[in-house]
């Protein structure tokens, strides 16, 4: 079964930076796009940012464009979030997760997640 | 990138019938068929119900169907059970409205389906 483990959350001042960690295993990581997705406490589900099979191509929702970076190492099966200028708003438990499938649109295994606070 | 539009409750009997909607736009819904489902209980990661407007991955109950008609796509749950009152979120592919085009997604509102 696929597995996806997120590290990296902690408390970090407004301005701060902090760097998240998703460990694949479990399926060959490096045919699949990746994705992270946010939800804020008590609030919905926010698409992040996504990125290629091979770290090529890269997209961001407006709200972190400019700050937020997605990459991979498929070497050692990981997907990173570097997020920058980090803002209250940012503050959510953040998930990583795999496509459908080879080439799928649309988001089929997620990770359970690690929670980002950012606060003074 | 709005979000789109769920109704943010509905609910129904043991053993009825449910539909939840998902409002988009001719850039999101209406103009890809790349919508999927997720359920999320209380604490948890979401969890794939249907792709692909309504392709049902392996393990997930025939009870859970996806349609889509123009900019809306519809979530059915038949012979509704006490373990599917949970928060259900729809995803869409969609392009993104700056100037590069690039290719994004974006996740209904959410909607609480209690089971009553």
């Known amino acids: 079964e696929v597995q996806l483990m997120e590290s990296g959350g902690g408390l970090v001042q407004p301005g701060g930076s902090l760097r998240l960690s998703c460990a694949a295993s479990r399926f060959t990581f490096s045919n699949y796009w990746m994705h992270w997705v946010r939800q804020a406490p008590g609030k919905g589900l926010v698409w992040v940012s996504r990125?290629?099979?091979?770290?090529?191509?890269?997209s961001y929702a407006d709200s972190v464009k400019g700050r937020f970076t997605i990459s991979r190492d498929n070497a050692e099966n990981t997907l990173f979030l570097q997020m920058n200028s980090l803002r209250a708003e940012d503050t959510a438990v953040y998930y990583c997760a795999r496509a459908i499938s080879v080439g799928g649109e649309g988001i089929g295994y997620w990770g359970q997640g690690t929670l980002v606070s950012v606060s003074s | 990138q709005s979000a789109l539009t769920q109704p943010a409750s509905v609910s129904g009997s043991p053993g009825q019938s449910i539909t939840v909607s998902c409002i988009g736009t001719s850039s999101d819904v209406g103009g890809y068929n790349y919508v999927s489902w997720y359920q999320q209980h209380p604490g948890k990661a979401p969890k794939l119900l249907i792709y692909?407007?309504?392709e049902r991955p392996s393990g997930v109950s025939n009870r859970f169907s996806g349609s889509k008609s123009g900019n809306t796509a519809s979530l059915t749950i038949s012979g509704l059970q006490a373990e599917d009152e949970a928060d259900y979120y729809c995803?869409?592919?969609?392009?993104?409205?700056?100037?590069?085009?690039?290719?994004?997604?974006?996740f209904g509102t959410g909607t609480k389906v209690t089971v009553l």
């Open positions: 692909d407007v309504s």
């Open positions: 990125i290629n099979s091979d770290g090529s191509r890269t």
């Open positions: 995803n869409s592919y969609t392009t993104s409205s700056t100037y590069d085009r690039s290719s994004t997604h974006v």
